[in-house]
C-alpha cells in the first residue's frame, strides 16, 4: 500500500504511534512533506516540543511558511524571543496567522496599540475571526462601542470556516481531538458573550430599546451579565413615564422580558390583576425556568391573599 494512503487511514483510525512510524518511512524516502507532520504530532500529541523542532528545520529552507509552525513551538517552551524572531519571518512569508499570534503578544505584554493594529491586518487579510480578538480587546479595555461593533462583525462573519479548519487537525484518540472540541466550543460561545456588550454601548448612546434587546440576547444565550444591564437600564429611569413607553417598545417586539417588567410595574401600582396576567406570561415564556418569575408570581399572589383578608 503507498504510504501517503496507509497515512490517511492510520489517522482516521487515532493509531497515532503507527502514523509517526509511517511518517518517518516517508522521511528516510526523502519525502520533505513528512517533516511537517511529525513535526506536527511531536507537538500535538507528544508535547516533544525539540523534536517538533527538529523536523520544522529541516523543511524551513524549503517552506518558508513553516516559520509560523516554529514560531508556535517557541510559544510552548516559552522562549518568547525566538518566538517573535520567527513570527515575523512567518510574516514576511505571507502567513496572516502570524499577526494575530503577534497581535496576542502585544496584548500581553499590555501594548494594546499594536495588538489592534496585528488583528486589524489579520481581519484585512481573510481571518475574520480575529473580529473576536478585537471585541474582546475593546471590552477589557470598556471601550464599549468599538466592542459591540466588532462584536457584530463576529455574528455577521461567523466563525465556522475556522471551526472548520481546526477540525481538519483532529486525530481519533489522541489528545487533539479532545483540545479542538475544547478550543472550539469556546469560539461558539464567544461568538454570543457580546450581546451584552452591544447593550451596554446603546445605554450609553441613549438607545435605551436596542440595549434592552441585546441584554435580553444576552440572556437567551446563557449570559446573566444580561439580567444585570436589565437592572441597571430600568434603576436609571427614575419615573414611570420613561419606562412605560420602554417596556410597551419591549412587547411591540415581542420581548418575553418586557411582560416582567410589566408585571413589575403593575406590583407598585397595587394593579394585581394585571400584574398576575403578565407574569404569568412571561413564565409561560420562559417555560418556568427563570426564577425571578416565580418569586414575583408568589409575591403578587401574597399580596393577593393579603388584600382579600383585611
Not at 247 to 263: M, N, P, Q, V
Request: aromatic share 12%; glycine share 6%; hydrophobic share 35%.
Amino acid at each position: 500500500m503507498e504510504l501517503w494512503k496507509k497515512t490517511k487511514i492510520l489517522w482516521q483510525e487515532g493509531n497515532i504511534d503507527e502514523l509517526m512510524n509511517t511518517y518517518r518511512e516517508l522521511v528516510h524516502q526523502g519525502e520533505l512533506k513528512a517533516h511537517w507532520y511529525l513535526a506536527y504530532l511531536y507537538y500535538a500529541e507528544k508535547e516533544d516540543y525539540q523534536q517538533a523542532l527538529g523536523h520544522l528545520e529541516q523543511i524551513y529552507p524549503q517552506y518558508p511558511q513553516a516559520s509560523y509552525n516554529i514560531a508556535m513551538v517557541y510559544w510552548r517552551m516559552k522562549r518568547i524571543r525566538e518566538c517573535v524572531y520567527y513570527l515575523k519571518a512567518a510574516i514576511h512569508a505571507g502567513v496572516p496567522e502570524a499577526h494575530l499570534q503577534r497581535g496576542y503578544i502585544h496584548e500581553c505584554l499590555q501594548e494594546y496599540v499594536e495588538a489592534i493594529m496585528q488583528y486589524q491586518i489579520a481581519v484585512y487579510k481573510g481571518l475574520p475571526h480575529a473580529n473576536l480578538l478585537l471585541a474582546q480587546l475593546y471590552e477589557s479595555m470598556s471601550d464599549w462601542e468599538r466592542a459591540g461593533d466588532y462584536y457584530e462583525a463576529v455574528r455577521q462573519h461567523g466563525m465556522e470556516q475556522w471551526i472548520q479548519n481546526m477540525n481538519l487537525h483532529k486525530i481519533p484518540g489522541g489528545q487533539t481531538a479532545w483540545q479542538i472540541d475544547d478550543y472550539c466550543s469556546q469560539l461558539r460561545n464567544c461568538q454570543t458573550t457580546g450581546f451584552w456588550v452591544t447593550g451596554r454601548s446603546c445605554q450609553e448612546e441613549g438607545r435605551y430599546l436596542d440595549a434592552a434587546l441585546n441584554y435580553e440576547q444576552a440572556i437567551d444565550h446563557g449570559d446573566e451579565r444580561g439580567e444585570a444591564g436589565f437592572h441597571e437600564l430600568f434603576s436609571a429611569m427614575s419615573n414611570d413615564q420613561e419606562r412605560l413607553p420602554l417596556i410597551k417598545e419591549l412587547l411591540h417586539h415581542g420581548s418575553r422580558e418586557g411582560y416582567y417588567f410589566l408585571a413589575e410595574y403593575y406590583v407598585d401600582h397595587n394593579d394585581l390583576k394585571r400584574a398576575l396576567i403578565a407574569i404569568r406570561k412571561y413564565n409561560e415564556a420562559t417555560n418556568k425556568q427563570q426564577k425571578k418569575g416565580m418569586v414575583l408570581l408568589n409575591t403578587i399572589f401574597e399580596k393577593l391573599a393579603s388584600a382579600d383578608t383585611e
